[in-house]
């Protein structure tokens, strides 16, 4: 089954590397960043076009939606980004986001599904198109894939999870080493 709204973005090796350099801590990370980039191209190519807003742009922190969790998840990235992208809180953004799928378990503990979850899933990985993604007028533009009655249940959501505040995820949690 394939997503919803496939986000059909090119991932940009230019924007990789920058992030890269952000998050790189060591010269020997370096071979496990550029093999992350076959992975990220293929998440921002065919993994679901869902909602993002800035909740809060110094700290940089994105809330990010799943329709299929019915819920959002914080992200926090570097600073850089919002002066890059001149980013404001509300501004609206796109993630390609890709699933957990388990059929059965509790849902990853900073995130709170909704009413309207499928029930197929537990766990989420949002990717902020405009972040990672070649040709940010084109990414820009998705945002009208969403009508106002998602944007305002995404912003809802956001608050209503700000109110019982969880460490938000790193935003490129997807390119770390795991932990030894």
Aim: charged residues 30%; hydrophobic residues 35%.
């Amino acid at each position: 089954m394939g997503a919803d709204n496939q986000s059909n973005v090119r991932a940009s090796y230019k924007k990789f590397y920058r992030i890269r350099k952000l998050i790189c801590g060591s010269f020997s990370e370096k071979f496990h960043y550029d093999m992350m980039f076959s992975w990220l191209s293929n998440v921002l190519k065919f993994g679901d076009t869902q909602p993002a807003i800035v909740y809060s742009a110094k700290p940089l922190v994105v809330s990010a939606y799943s329709d299929e969790l019915d819920a959002v998840l914080f992200l926090s990235f570097p600073d850089e980004l919002t002066d890059k992208y001149e980013l404001n809180r509300g501004d609206r953004l796109t993630a390609a986001t890709v699933y957990t799928e388990f059929g059965y378990g509790e849902p990853a503990n900073d995130i709170d599904p909704g009413e309207k979850r499928s029930g197929k899933y537990i766990d989420f990985v949002p990717v902020i198109q405009l972040f990672c993604g070649a040709n940010d007028e084109k990414i820009k533009a998705k945002t009208a894939l969403f009508d106002e009655e998602t944007w305002s249940r995404v912003t809802r959501l956001t608050e209503e999870r700000a109110a019982h505040p969880t460490e938000p995820r790193q935003g490129f949690y997807f390119m770390k080493l795991p932990q030894e």
